[in-house]
């Protein structure tokens, strides 16, 4: 992924209004981000852990949404895996994440969810550049550039239900 700056962040947004993109919280090591190994910039609001955000580029341009996370299932035993990446976690290391739709069906409540790694580092899972712990990346036949391919256009997916 490119480096992008803020206002390329907020400017992103297609599921909030321009208010609310506004407000969000931005990281602010943007210019220390592995920019390299990133296919989307991913964060949570650290003052609203609640809240989470997604950031990737499409086409000519970027496409943000703004995410909710659902309660928390931290200090359960049980394995979830990402529907992104395929890293699979335990404990909350996987979180139902939702995304209000874009447009007028977003005005009136309607949203999709799926299972992300709850910090969003996808890319940096697929790499080895994080580690999510003892078998948690799958052995495949699937080249490393495969697997990238297959997360964003999983990632491609979502953000078509979430109407980019």
């Not at 890293?87 to 939702?98: A, E, N, P, Q």
Request: aromatic share 6%; proline share 4%.
């Amino acid at each position: 992924m490119r480096p992008v700056t803020e206002r390329d962040i907020r400017a992103s947004f297609v599921n909030c209004s321009k208010g609310e993109a506004k407000r969000l919280a931005v990281p602010r090591d943007l210019a220390d981000r592995p920019w390299d190994d990133l296919d989307f910039l991913g964060w949570r609001d650290p003052a609203a852990p609640q809240r989470a955000y997604l950031v990737t580029e499409a086409g000519d341009g970027l496409v943000g949404v703004a995410l909710r996370l659902t309660a928390s299932n931290a200090g359960l035993a049980r394995r979830s895996m990402c529907s992104l990446c395929l890293t699979t976690h335990t404990g909350g290391g996987v979180s139902l994440m939702t995304a209000r739709r874009a447009g007028r069906n977003g005005q009136e409540g309607n949203s999709v969810g799926a299972y992300f790694c709850a910090d969003l580092a996808c890319s940096l899972y697929l790499r080895g550049k994080k580690k999510a712990g003892p078998d948690a990346r799958i052995q495949e036949s699937l080249t490393l550039q495969e697997q990238i391919d297959r997360t964003t256009d999983n990632l491609a997916d979502f953000l078509d239900k979430v109407g980019r």
